[in-house]
Every structure is written in C-alpha cells, then in structure tokens.
C-alpha cells in the first residue's frame, strides 16, 4: 500500500479542534442537573474533568512537555475507567456510592489533621458523614472493586465483535494504564530522555531525545476522550451528537494513519 502524504495540519491541531467541539457541545446543551439526582451531577464533573484534563495535555505538548503529557493521559483512562463503570449498570446507586465517598476522604483527612497538627482544634465529623465514611471498608476503593475489576466488567451495551461476548476493557488497563502508570510514577522506565551515554556524554537535566511520547499523549487523549463521551451521553440518557460521534472515530482512524 502506497504510503499516505503527509497532512498539512499537526496532530495537535486535530486534537485540539476535536477537544474544543466536545467543550462546545457540552456547554450549549445547557444541562441544568436535577437536585439529588447523582447520575447526572457526576456525569457532569467527571466528563468536564475529562475534556480540562485533555486541554492540560495539549499545553503540555506545546510547551515541549511529551513525557509529561503521557503521563497526565493516565486521568483520562482513569476517568473512563470510572464513568464507564457508573454507567454499566445499576448506574443511579453506583454514582450515589461515587459521591458518598466524600466521607471517606474527610474521615481520613481528620486523622492526619489530628496527626500532624495536633495543636490546632480539628472539627469534628458530623454523625451523617461517619455513618457514609463507615459504608466503605477501603479508604481508596470508592467502588469496592480494583481498577482492573472495574475495566473488566462485562459491558451492558456492547459486545466485542471478535468474540460476540460481552465487550470488556483489559486493553485498556493492562496495557494503556499500566504503560502511562510508568511516566505518573518515578519507575526506570519513564527515564529514557533523562539518561546519557555513561562514559561519553556530559549529562544535562532532560538531554535525551530517545522517546518522543507526544505522539502517544495526543493519541491517548482523543481516544480517551472519545471513549468517556460515548460514557457520558450513556450516563445522561442522550443521545451523542451525531458530529461528535462521526468526528470521534473520524479523528482517531486519521491519528493513527496520517500520523502514526
């Protein structure tokens, strides 16, 4: 196959068009939350988290920041991983248990205060947010579950076409999470632009150009920008617009031929 010329936008560009019409879409819709209707609160903040989340790569990127980029794509998957679960099922009372876990992180907030400023007062903790922290037996599992329990939950909408079962996201954590894990962490992994040649280069902070990761953070955000929209409009009961569905796939067939 002959290869394809190259494109007279940047990849960045794609992105950030892309990125900019999802904003669009979601602040004309003009979304006014019902009160204690958790699904749509949650949906709201976790899919506006997504696309703040998105624009920080893309600064990120411009300012020459590729690993760095990389990294922050990990909130992305973790933001999927999250609002895809609420939404698989029982979506009303998983996305109560989301927000309730707010009582958890005071419960244990309280202890530290108390630990490591114990001269100044602490407030007490009301009797309704140590009756909700007491529900969660795992300070950091707001769900009870692990992350990869999470992604591999059998989905309630689709099906994978290669096996005609239940689709499932194992890709999307063994493989996607567990690799931008290494740039969010201080692992060995995560150092190749920050190594030189032992013997022969003189080391300066960041001289290593072995790994170019923009490529692969701008990648990571449309794909996972594009998987918590389909989410999102899930979780809300709408329908996606039809422009920033054809887009989604659109731009990420595009990324991958035009600029892999």
């Not at 020459?64 to 999927?80: K, S």
């Not at 962490?185 to 032992?198: D, E, I, K, R, S």
Request: net charge positive.
């Amino acid at each position: 196959m002959a290869k394809l010329p190259p494109c007279h936008r940047s990849e960045t560009q794609h992105v950030r068009k892309f990125v900019a019409y999802g904003k669009h879409c979601l602040d004309q819709a003009g979304y006014y939350p019902p009160v204690n209707a958790h699904r749509y609160m949650v949906a709201l903040a976790l899919y506006s988290k997504c696309i703040t989340v998105a624009e920080a790569a893309l600064a990120l990127v411009d300012a020459g920041f590729g690993d760095e980029a990389f990294a922050m794509t990990r909130t992305l998957v973790d933001v999927f991983i999250t609002l895809r679960y609420i939404t698989n099922k029982d979506t009303d009372d998983r996305a109560k248990k989301y927000a309730h876990f707010t009582a958890k992180e005071s419960e244990q907030w309280e202890k530290v205060a108390r630990e490591f400023w114990p001269q100044n007062p602490t407030p007490a903790l009301s009797a309704k947010t140590k009756q909700l922290a007491a529900t969660f037996p795992h300070p950091h599992k707001w769900s009870g579950k692990t992350v990869w329990e999470m992604a591999t939950e059998e989905d309630a909408f689709e099906n994978d076409p290669s096996t005609g079962k239940p689709l499932v996201h194992s890709f999307a954590y063994r493989v996607v999470y567990r690799w931008t894990s290494l740039y969010v962490h201080p692992t060995v992994g995560a150092l190749w632009n920050h190594l030189v040649q032992a013997g022969r280069d003189v080391f300066k902070v960041r001289s290593g150009d072995r790994r170019d990761m923009r490529h692969m953070a701008l990648f990571n955000t449309a794909a996972y920008l594009s998987n918590t929209m389909v989410a999102f409009y899930r979780c809300m009961g709408d329908p996606q617009p039809p422009r920033l569905g054809t887009w989604s796939g659109a731009i990420m067939a595009h990324l991958a031929k035009r600029h892999g």
